[in-house]
C-alpha cells in the first residue's frame, strides 16, 4: 500500500479489524476488549489529523468520517474472510488498503490476501491474555516487490 496517510490508515484499519474479529470470539471481555481498542483508535484518528495540521473546527468532521470508512471496511474485510471464494478477501483490499492505486499488481493482492488469512489464523492460536498483554500479535508481514508501475503511486 503506497506509504502516505491513507495507505497507513489502511493498514492500522486491517490490523484493528483482525484484532476485532478474534475479540469477538471471547464473549463479553473479548466484546469489551474490543470497544477499547476501537475508541482508542478513534482516538489515535484525532490525534493524527491533528499532527497533520487539520484544524480543530474540521477534526470532528473529519474522524466522524473515518470512523465510518472503519465500519465499512470491517464489514467489508468479515464478508472477505467469510466467504468460500478467495477473489471476496482480494476485492475488498483492493477497494480499501489498495484503493487509491489504480490497478493494483495481482501478485500483490494475492501476498496480501494470503498474509491476512495468516494472520487470523496466527491470531486464533492466541490466547486472550496473551493478546492483552500485546506479544507476538501478528506474524512476519510477506516481503512484496512492488511492481515499478505501482513505486510512489498514491
Keep these: 500500500m503506497p506509504d502516505s496517510?491513507?495507505?497507513?490508515?489502511?493498514?492500522?484499519?486491517?490490523?484493528?479489524?483482525?484484532m476485532v474479529r478474534r475479540l469477538r470470539q471471547e464473549?463479553?471481555?473479548?466484546?469489551?476488549?474490543?470497544?477499547?481498542?476501537f475508541?482508542?483508535?478513534t482516538?489515535?484518528?484525532?490525534?493524527a489529523l491533528r499532527a497533520i495540521g487539520v484544524g480543530d473546527m474540521s477534526v470532528g468532521k473529519h474522524v466522524k468520517s473515518m470512523t465510518r470508512g472503519l465500519y465499512g471496511r470491517l464489514n467489508a474485510y468479515d464478508t472477505g474472510l467469510d466467504a468460500g471464494e478467495p477473489a471476496v478477501l482480494r476485492d475488498a483490499l483492493r477497494r480499501n488498503?489498495?484503493?487509491?492505486?489504480?490497478?493494483?499488481d495481482?501478485?500483490?493482492?494475492?501476498?496480501m490476501a494470503a498474509y491476512v488469512r495468516a494472520a487470523e489464523a496466527h491470531?486464533?492460536?492466541?490466547?486472550?491474555d496473551t493478546i492483552v498483554n500485546?506479544?507476538?500479535?501478528?506474524?512476519?508481514?510477506p516481503a512484496i516487490a512492488v511492481p515499478a508501475a505501482q513505486e510512489g503511486k498514491a
Excluded at 97 to 104: R, S
Excluded at 123 to 128: E, I, K, N
Excluded at 134 to 141: K, N, Q, T, V
Design 106 to 111: 495481482a501478485a500483490v493482492l494475492d501476498a
Design 5 to 18: 496517510f491513507d495507505g497507513r490508515f489502511e493498514l492500522l484499519v486491517l490490523h484493528a479489524h483482525l
Design 43 to 47: 482516538a489515535h484518528f484525532d490525534e
Design 97 to 104: 488498503l489498495y484503493g487509491t492505486l489504480e490497478n493494483p
Design 123 to 128: 491470531l486464533q492460536g492466541l490466547s486472550y
Design 134 to 141: 500485546a506479544s507476538g500479535l501478528y506474524p512476519e508481514p
Design 39 to 41: 475508541d482508542a483508535l
Design 27 to 37: 464473549g463479553e471481555r473479548g466484546e469489551e476488549t474490543g470497544q477499547l481498542l
